[in-house]
T-cell receptor
Framework: DAGVIQSPRHEVTEMGQEVTLRCKPI?????LFWYRQTMMRGLELLIY????????DSGMPEDRFSAKMPNASFSTLKIQPSEPRDSAVYFC???????????????FGPGTRLTVL | AQKVTQAQTEISVVEKEDVTLDCVYE???????LFWYKQPPSGELVFLIR??????QNEISGRYSWNFQKSTSSFNFTITASQVVDSAVYFC??????????FGKGTRLSVIA
């Protein structure tokens, strides 16, 4: 079975450019999570969706970050404009969540390593 | 608020040694879930185990075992006869009902041949 799919795996861009990260959750899962991992801050939850609806976006750093989930099989995380401090690994995860929470096991994608020069 | 503490930042062992990774958590809920994930050098996060607060039985899976003790709010992870392939960062995590998963800072395990 296919796991969580993320693209691109690596992204190098220049400051000020728009960056779009993509995620395809595991089929049948109805909760989707975006995380950011840095050495300084560890793993941080940015936003999560349940049944395509954003439930908690309190982790989104600022207005430069936005996330969408137009359907059950696709989500995007967009950064516009990007800044060097956005450099990190961004993970997408999905779970078979019956509620809006995250008590079900989350399965992670391989991550996107973003470098903003 | 929920919190997970992994006091061991880095551990180094020689192959075939046993090693225990500590995880201490804080929660006010009676219903919660604990997790362990492995992050090998390749970078992906691999799910290892999920345990609910009502099940205090220890779990064993091959060389891996987990000891859940509510009395000390701990969910420790032991690797028996460690191997080089066990080298990774291991994360403990906690979730309460309808709240996001909270991760510890992780423990970096290095197994030396």
């Amino acid at each position: 079975d296919a796991g969580v799919i993320q693209s691109p795996r690596h992204e190098v861009t220049e400051m000020g450019q728009e960056v779009t990260l993509r995620c395809k959750p595991i089929s049948g899962h109805n909760s989707l999570f975006w995380y950011r991992q840095t050495m300084m801050r560890g793993l941080e939850l940015l936003i999560y969706f349940n049944n395509n609806v954003p439930i908690d976006d309190s982790g989104m750093p600022e207005d430069r970050f936005s996330a969408k989930m137009p359907n059950a099989s696709f989500s995007t995380l967009k950064i516009q404009p990007s800044e060097p401090r956005d450099s990190a690994v961004y993970f997408c995860a999905s779970s078979f969540g019956q509620t809006s929470g995250s008590t079900d096991t989350q399965y992670f994608g391989p991550g996107t390593r973003l470098t903003v020069l | 608020a929920q919190k997970v503490t992994q006091a061991q930042t880095e551990i180094s062992v020689v192959e075939k040694e046993d090693v225990t990774l500590d995880c201490v958590y804080e929660t006010r809920d009676t219903t919660y879930y604990l997790f362990w994930y492995k992050q090998p050098p390749s970078g992906e996060l691999v799910f290892l185990i999920r345990r609910n607060s009502f099940d205090e039985q220890n779990e064993i899976s091959g060389r891996y075992s987990w000891n859940f003790q509510k009395s000390t709010s701990s969910f420790n992870f032991t690797i028996t006869a460690s191997q080089v392939v066990d080298s990774a960062v291991y994360f403990c995590a906690l979730s309460e009902a309808d709240t996001p998963l909270v991760f510890g800072k992780g423990t970096r395990l290095s197994v030396i041949a």
